[in-house]
């Protein structure tokens, strides 16, 4: 009965291999996986016990049912970053103006007497001091507070698991601006820093949903530009109604450019998931996680050392140069006049076209370190080229005024009108994002070629938005 | 040149208007004139060396007049290509017959093998709808050399079949060309059978087979096949389907009843019913399907739709002890049964 083991010829075990591949059709592989992961399961099923903690679940979903229901959901939403947007506002002004007071009022005339004192030339104190300290002082004292307040805030919201169910809420939105829910998150973050959001989206783990929130997150207004955008808005939108509606006129005017930001982040979101991105693999998923009560310490630690310090740290690097060629423009003449004349002379028409003006372009220009230093800028410039006596502090020192007045005065003196206004707070909504921001999306997607895409986009957008502002009010006007 | 606003304004509307027309996607004329610039001799010729292989592996002979009409191009073009071809010993004509030579036939092998293993790579590795895999693959195919075809042939796993159920010409030892199985519209009432291959052109005919859930893999039944009206059943509900949809589509009977389609989709189940798992559909292919068994939905596993987003959509299910977000696209693809009815395991 017993058969010796025939020797089987490899031709006949190849053609029968080749009939059965061709016999079992296209789905056996898929079919082969699903097996083997449901084999996982059931093994994982007999080996582990669990013990069912069903009164902690139950909680979970009545938290879920009211946060997430049709009626509540929008408005708990809405109540939480409303709170979590005031709380950093107000609570920054103080230790913002603490540390202007010290880096700035104090430090500064204490610099340049120490300089004097060791009889350091003008020109190496000028440069040091009015040129790069001088930026990195400013840009710390605006950008640290707000920031160290908003994300701890924020990574708390996170901690208790609320966030992803904003995402949750919202998906529907993004969904079909072809972007994911996630995006809400990411958006929500680069409201407090663009650098920041962009490293957030790392929640996304769909490559086209991802790439989609990277390049739109600058639509999301900073807080390095929400200052330019209170500012103008106060002193020229402001000004251009009675009294009594002003305060009123221009908070709206402000929001309606955040708002305004946020339906172009939807706009060009949908444009690039039917364009550029269309081939990009994309999944979605979104866990939501058990609720749990946020460890306090933990994240405040964490959010200062992993947001603040870092994002801080890098715009540091980039506002030192910054400053540096602020100085430098002002102060190094070729004939009788200094390198940021002629800049300002050469692309003086070219703002013209676009409602605005030359040193306005050239600020923009060597402020793309940090937004926060691009008013400081633009007054200098305005005092320095427009020769306004007993305003400013000399050649390449940026300077603010406390008093809105003062600042009307010189802007106004500069040819500022209620359009360079409007078109002011519409270039600095939709322009080419900082370029700390601009160097972690290339950290973050490893192309150049994206990282381009990133500033070319929104810069491109906002000279047609301008441009188009500034005819048809001039027409209208 | 004085600044006028009106000027600047109606400069600025026709700038952008000339930008538009010519970087427009799709139909500006960047996009036009690469299109036109494609249709060389070199690429007309292999498309019709492509159309030549279909056809002999078909048994029907093709024509000049034929060609020109897979090539969308006049007779007089095609007549050129043809010579073309003729001359470089790749085609020989007799009478009105035109044979590929051996190294004719490779060559519109290669083309085949190329197209349809691009369209495996981009249902695997790419997000674009199936509706664009078939193109996309018509100008790729003619950028492959046989090199990069083994490469891309082994990152996805030396695939036999197309995402149509094309088999791919060079997986196997002997070149098959033509799908598996018999066309639909011999198929008798009351029939199982398992959708082999699903005709890509036209691409409207495509479409609406797509919509209505049909593509390679799928286990449906005929319910109706009379001359006037085919109805088939799939995943649980009926498809009417016309004349040039049945003929597009290539099925293989089953000899049993297949009970996978008494299950429903998840996206159908309401909220609080737990289900379980059957089995992932056909058409979720790729990261989508890995991320989905992933996410442990797999055969046997129970899922609770738990509630609903504001707007409906999406909608947070349980899967062993978390909580996952679906979208309505995703859970359409889960294939679930009513717990009773799902035997122990």
């Known amino acids: ?477 | 040149m004085n600044y006028s606003p009106l000027l600047a304004l109606t400069l600025g509307v026709v700038f952008l208007a000339a930008v538009a027309a010519v970087f427009w996607p799709r139909r500006g004329l960047l996009a036009r004139s690469r299109r036109q610039r494609r249709l060389t001799d070199r690429i007309l010729g292999e498309d019709a060396l492509k159309f030549l292989a279909q056809r002999e592996a078909a048994e029907r002979p093709a024509t000049i007049q034929s060609i020109a009409g897979s090539l969308g191009v006049d007779l007089n073009r095609a007549a050129l290509v043809v010579a073309g071809l003729i001359e470089r010993n790749l085609l020989s004509r007799t009478g009105d017959q035109l044979t590929l030579s051996e190294a004719g036939k490779a060559a519109g092998l290669h083309l085949i093998r190329a197209h349809r293993l691009w369209e495996a790579y981009l249902s695997q590795k790419t997000g674009y709808e199936p509706a664009e895999w078939h193109h996309r693959a018509d100008i790729r195919e003619h950028d492959l050399s046989v090199e990069s075809l083994e490469d891309l042939s082994r990152d996805l796993g030396y695939p036999v079949f197309d995402p149509d159920g094309d088999p791919i010409p060079g997986a196997l030892a002997t070149d098959r060309v033509k799908p598996r199985g018999v066309g639909l519209a011999g198929i008798a009432s009351g029939q199982w059978v398992r959708v082999s291959h699903v005709e890509d052109e036209p691409p409207s005919v495509y479409a609406a087979l797509r919509d209505a859930g049909i593509h390679a893999g799928l286990n449906m039944q005929v319910e109706t096949a009379s001359d006037g009206a085919f109805r088939v059943r799939v995943n649980g509900t009926t498809v009417d389907l016309g004349p040039l949809e049945v003929g597009n589509v290539t099925v293989e009977r089953l000899d049993v009843e297949d009970d996978r389609g008494a299950t429903i989709a998840l996206s159908e189940v309401p909220v609080g019913t737990p289900v379980v798992v059957e089995r992932l559909g056909e058409a979720c292919r790729g990261a989508e399907r890995r991320r989905l068994l992933d996410l442990g939905l797999v055969r046997g596993t129970v899922v609770v739709p738990e509630f609903r987003s504001p707007g409906g959509d999406p909608v947070a299910y349980r899967v062993r002890e978390s909580l996952v977000a679906l979208r309505e696209t995703q859970a359409r693809n889960v294939r679930v049964m009513a717990q009773e009815t799902q035997e122990a395991v």
């Open chain 1, 1 to 477: 009965m017993s058969s010796e083991p025939r020797p089987i010829d490899a031709d006949t075990v190849l053609a029968t291999a080749e009939r059965l591949r061709w016999e079992v059709g296209a789905g056996l592989d898929d079919a082969l996986m699903e097996d083997i992961y449901s084999h996982a399961a059931r093994i994982a099923d007999r080996a582990v016990t669990r013990d069912g903690d069903t009164r902690r679940f139950d909680l979970d979903r009545a938290i879920d049912r009211v946060v997430t229901s049709r009626v509540w959901g929008f408005p708990i939403m809405l109540l939480l970053f409303a709170g979590v947007f005031w709380l950093t506002i107000s609570g920054a002004n103080g230790p913002s103006a603490a540390l202007s007071a010290l880096f700035l009022d104090w430090g500064l005339p204490q610099l340049h007497a120490l300089a004097s004192g060791v009889g350091a030339p003008w020109w190496l104190s000028g440069f040091l001091i009015d040129g790069v300290y001088l930026a990195t002082a400013w840009v710390v004292s605006v950008m640290l507070p707000p920031m160290a307040i908003f994300f701890p805030l924020f990574t708390l919201l996170e901690d208790f698991g609320y966030l992803p169910r904003v995402a949750f809420n919202l998906d529907a939105a993004f969904r079909r601006a072809g972007a994911h829910g996630k995006q809400s998150l990411t958006m929500m973050m680069g409201f407090g820093c663009n650098a920041a959001g962009v490293v957030a989206t790392r929640v996304i783990d769909s490559p086209r949903e991802r790439m989609i929130a990277i390049l739109t997150n600058n639509f999301a207004l900073c807080n390095g530009r929400w200052p330019t955008q209170i500012l103008i808005a106060s002193i020229f939108v402001g000004a251009a109604v009675p009294p009594y509606l002003a305060g009123l006129v221009s908070a709206a005017a402000v929001v309606g450019v955040a708002l305004l930001g946020v339906l172009l982040s939807f706009a060009v979101s949908w444009g690039l998931s039917r364009t550029v991105l269309r081939g990009e693999v994309s999944t979605f998923s979104l866990e939501l996680p058990p609720y749990r009560p946020p460890r306090i310490f933990k994240t405040i630690y964490t959010s200062v050392i992993d947001r603040t310090l870092i994002v801080l740290w890098r715009a540091v690097v980039f506002a030192a140069p910054a400053g540096a060629v602020i100085w430098l423009i002002s102060n190094v003449t070729i004939g009788d006049a200094s390198l940021a004349a002629y800049a300002v002379r050469f692309l003086n028409p070219f703002g013209m076209l676009l409602g605005l003006n030359g040193i306005i372009l050239l600020a923009y220009v060597v402020a793309i370190p940090a937004n926060e230093i691009v008013i400081p800028t633009v007054l200098m410039l305005t005092a320095l080229l427009g020769s306004l006596s007993g305003v400013g502090e000399g050649a390449g020192v940026m300077f603010q005024s406390d008093n809105l007045g003062d600042t009307y005065q010189v802007l106004r003196a500069g040819g500022w009108t209620l359009l360079t206004g409007v078109n002011v707070m519409l270039f600095s909504l939709i322009h080419n994002p900082c370029s700390t921001t601009l160097y972690t999306i290339y950290r973050e997607t490893g192309s150049a070629k994206w990282t381009a895409a990133a500033a070319v986009i929104p810069l491109t957008m906002g000279f047609v938005v301008t441009f188009f502002v500034a005819q048809v009010w001039r027409l209208l006007a």
